[in-house]
C-alpha cells in the first residue's frame, strides 16, 4: 500500500527519526531571527481577504517560482482578481515537485486548513472556496496565526530609516505573548539603480550626521545605525538627533571609557554570531 503524501510521517523514514520529530523537536518553539512579516500587520492583527492575500501577497519565493513558470506579471503582482491568480500558482504548482516550496505548500494546507488536496488546477476552485471559509473565523487573524505556529520570538527585517512604531505597539501589548523584534536590512543604501537612491543616501545623512560622498561614508554611516539605532526601539523622528547626540557627545561608563551608545529605559541587547537585535520597551 502507498504511503500517502504529507503525513504526520513526512520524510520521517526511520523509527529513529520519528521519536526525535515528534516527541523532541515537534513541540518546540519557533524563534524566527528573519522572517518577512510586515510588523503593521501584527500590531493590527488584520485578517486576510482571501487565500490569495495571505499566501502570494507577499511570498517573493512564490513569484519568482511562478516567473520561471511562464506567468504573467499582472497574475503576479499585477492588478488581475485575487481568485485569478490563485488559479494561476495552483496550476504551474505542480511543477515544482522535489522543490521545497511544494512541500511547505502542501504542509500548510494540511496544518492550517486541514485540507490534503493535492494543489492543481483542478483543485483551485475547490481550495479557494474552502481555504477562504476557514479564513473568516478568528483563529485566522495574523497574531491567532503566529500563536497557533507556536511563535515565541520573530525578528522582522527593516530598514535602518524605518519607523519602529508598529513594533513599540507591539510590545506594549502585554496580551500578545509573541515578541517581534527588528534585525537591520540595510539594502536600500545600495541599489543605487532606484529612482530614489540619491534622496535616501541624502536622509541617510542627515540621520547620522555624516556628509556621504563615497562609499566609505556609506559603511560608516551604516555601521552608525548598527550600532546605535538598531540596539533601540526609535521611531524614524526620533533616531537622527539621538544619532547625533551620540557622535558627538559620547556618554561614558563610571570608569570614564566610552559606553556602548545611547540606550532607552529598558531595551537590551542579543547578540546571534554578528546579528545585533533589540528588544523594544
Not at 34 to 63: M, Q, S, V
Request: proline share 6%; glycine share 6%; with cysteine.
Amino acid at each position: 500500500m502507498a504511503k500517502p503524501f504529507m503525513d504526520e510521517d513526512f520524510l520521517l523514514q526511520t523509527p529513529t527519526a520519528r521519536t526525535l520529530y515528534h516527541e523532541y523537536a515537534a513541540p518546540q518553539p519557533i524563534l524566527d531571527y528573519h522572517c518577512h512579516l510586515p510588523a503593521a500587520e501584527i500590531a493590527g492583527n488584520i485578517r486576510f481577504r482571501n487565500i490569495t492575500e495571505l499566501w502570494l501577497g507577499g511570498d517573493h519565493y512564490k513569484w519568482r517560482f511562478m516567473r520561471s513558470a511562464g506567468v504573467g506579471e499582472d497574475f503576479i503582482t499585477g492588478d488581475q482578481p485575487d481568485q485569478e491568480k490563485f488559479r494561476r500558482f495552483c496550476a504551474v504548482l505542480p511543477l515544482a515537485v522535489g522543490n521545497p516550496l511544494y512541500h511547505w505548500c502542501h504542509l500548510e494546507l494540511r496544518r492550517f486548513f486541514d485540507q490534503s488536496a493535492l494543489v492543481s488546477a483542478d483543485t483551485a476552485d475547490f481550495l479557494w472556496d474552502a481555504c477562504n471559509a476557514r479564513l473568516e473565523t478568528p483563529e485566522f487573524s495574523a497574531r491567532s496565526l503566529m500563536l497557533r505556529a507556536n511563535v515565541r520570538v520573530a525578528c522582522t527585517t527593516d530598514d535602518p530609516l524605518g519607523d519602529l512604531a508598529h513594533h513599540q505597539a507591539i510590545a506594549a501589548d502585554s496580551g500578545f505573548t509573541v515578541k517581534v523584534l527588528t534585525t537591520f536590512r540595510p539594502d536600500r543604501a545600495f541599489n543605487i539603480e532606484r529612482a530614489d537612491f540619491a534622496d535616501y543616501i541624502s536622509r541617510l545623512g542627515d540621520a547620522t550626521g555624516l556628509t556621504i560622498s563615497r562609499f566609505a561614508d556609506v559603511m560608516r554611516a551604516q555601521n552608525t545605525f548598527r550600532k546605535f539605532n538598531i540596539a533601540n526601539p526609535l521611531t524614524d523622528k526620533e533616531v537622527a538627533p539621538t544619532l547625533r547626540r551620540a557622535r558627538c557627545r559620547p556618554s561614558t561608563t563610571s570608569t570614564g571609557s566610552p559606553a556602548a551608545g545611547p540606550r532607552t529605559a529598558g531595551s537590551r541587547r542579543s547578540r546571534r554570531g554578528s546579528i545585533t537585535c533589540a528588544t523594544p520597551s
